[in-house]
């Protein structure tokens, strides 16, 4: 089945204290966005790319496209002010071709062609489907310092992207969402709000999202392992 990718790379990266959008940002060699432009291209359903990017940062965003050899026709586009509108906005320019469109956060940069292959099949056949990862950790409720309840983790998932749907889907789910003032930090929960329940595909903890300057150390990291010069 066709597929139109949307890359989320609109934030500021505030959080990184840093003076340049995170999907800018350098890891080992790379910027951000340019690790998942590369995976994309090794994506045989997909056929586009879609990129939301902070005002005024197109010419850069497709100065890494020419620079990651990106072979699929792409789009550099404005995103909005939250992630939600971003995707609503990169939504409207995908063809209406596509069956399936995958969102991707390029904040992680670490995401597989194996993960968007897995996903989108899981898609065709559901509806709707996310890489996610099961918790390891014991959860505590917290109120003000003190711990109110310990919170079991059996059947708990931590959410990542790629998440993929069928396009009616995700164009719906917008719609409603926008309808009805709903703001929400993934995909998958907008879809839920139409009774179309995702299939949850195994990620991995590589597939880190880079929020933070511990996580951006740790990116270096997994970018030298998994990239050696």
């Known amino acids: 089945m066709k597929a139109s990718a949307i890359i989320v790379a609109a934030g500021s990266g ?3 204290g840093l003076k340049i959008p995170k999907a800018f940002v350098r890891v080992g060699a790379e910027t951000i966005l340019a690790f998942t432009l590369r ?10 790319a879609v990129i939301a990017v902070p005002a ?16 699929i026709p792409v789009k550099v586009i404005a995103g909005g002010i939250e992630r939600q509108d971003s995707v609503r906005i990169a939504l409207a320019f995908t063809s209406a071709e596509a069956e399936l469109v995958v969102v991707h956060d390029a904040a992680r940069p670490f995401a597989t062609a194996a993960m968007f292959e897995t996903c989108l099949g899981s898609a065709a056949r559901a509806g709707a489907a996310i890489v996610a990862m099961p918790l390891s950790d014991t959860l505590k409720r917290v109120e003000g310092r003190t711990i109110a309840a310990t919170v079991g983790r059996a059947g708990l998932w931590q959410a990542q992207t790629p998440q993929c749907f069928r396009r ?10 926008l309808r009805d003032h709903i703001t929400a930090t993934d995909d998958a929960y907008l879809a839920e709000r139409l009774g179309v329940m995702a299939e949850v595909v195994e990620g991995s903890p590589l597939n880190l999202k880079i929020t933070t300057p511990d996580d951006l150390r740790i990116a270096g990291a997994i970018a030298a392992s998994l990239f050696p010069r």
């Open 39 to 48: 995976t994309l291209g090794a994506v045989g359903a997909i056929e586009e």
């Open 14 to 16: 505030t959080r990184l």
């Open 168 to 177: 009616e889907v995700l164009i719906e789910a917008h719609r409603q969402a």
């Open 56 to 71: 005024g940062m197109e010419q850069a965003a497709r100065a890494e496209v020419g620079s990651a050899a990106v072979e």
